[in-house]
């Protein structure tokens, strides 16, 4: 089994910024992706960003050039840096872990990021 941990989430004027963490704690051996999915109300949950351990990342086309994903292995904690965020960046973020070339993955409880003047 393994434990996913978010914290950062919050309120946020529209134009700032805000940092999301993922500590994976238990049985955490072997390769694995982290990344960031997330659900607005009514809606489908929908990738965010997905790092690899060897650092490889893919982003979901609404927030490219402006969200930025990083991992620390040593930690086995994933990072998301959301700059100039928007309204529409509104939902509950969740950390994933899934192991590579299996179908095991994990889902944090969420973290609520709601962007609002």
């Known amino acids: 089994q393994v434990q996913l941990a978010e914290t950062g989430g919050g309120l946020v004027q529209p134009g700032g910024s805000l940092r999301l963490s993922c500590v994976a704690s238990g049985n955490t051996i072997g390769n694995y992706v982290m990344g960031w999915y997330r659900q607005a109300p009514g809606k489908q949950r929908e990738v965010v960003a997905v790092?690899?351990?060897?650092?490889?990342?893919h982003y979901g086309d609404s927030v490219k050039g402006r969200f930025t994903i990083s991992r620390d292995n040593a930690k086995n904690t994933v990072y998301l840096q959301m700059n100039n965020l928007k309204p529409e960046d509104t939902a509950i973020y969740y950390c994933?872990?899934?192991?590579?070339?299996?179908?095991?993955?994990?889902w944090g409880e969420g973290t609520l990021v709601n962007v609002s003047s």
């Open positions: 994933n872990y899934a192991v590579v070339d299996t179908d095991i993955n994990y």
């Open positions: 790092i690899s351990s060897g650092h490889f990342m």
